[in-house]
């Protein structure tokens, strides 16, 4: 439990070497919530509309601002945002390349943190 400890005091007072992770955690619960969830639907082969992704993170921040967080991230090219091949009013969300490289290294270097 040490290890972890120590290695989640060192990875937030870090270099944050990594911009999409950088981007995510430095919006409080709500950016980190959406980037886990992101995270989470990637790996699970799913795809979320930024209306259910509101809806997971609404106990966090108002409307408002997570539609302009992901319209920011959309801007930095961290997420990206499409039009649902099966209702074309309805926009799905999902996380660039950059994201999951980035994503990828760092849940590595956690996993390790904890062995």
Not at 24 to 49: C, D, V
Not at 69 to 97: C, M
Not at 99 to 105: A, D, L, N, V
């Amino acid at each position: 439990m040490l290890k972890l400890t120590k290695y989640l005091i060192s990875d937030i007072k870090g270099d944050w070497s990594k911009p999409s992770i950088k981007f995510f955690r430095s919006h409080g619960a709500y950016g980190y919530i959406i980037w886990l969830t992101l995270m989470r639907l990637y790996y699970e082969k799913k795809t979320i509309s930024v209306e259910a992704l509101i809806a997971e993170v609404n106990d966090f921040s108002s409307r408002r601002t997570i539609i302009d967080f992901i319209n920011k991230g959309v801007d930095a090219k961290y997420v990206i945002k499409k039009n649902s091949p099966n209702d074309k009013r309805k926009i799905l969300i999902q996380p660039t390349e950059i994201t999951i490289k980035e994503y990828s290294e760092w849940s590595n270097e956690f996993v390790k943190s904890v062995v």
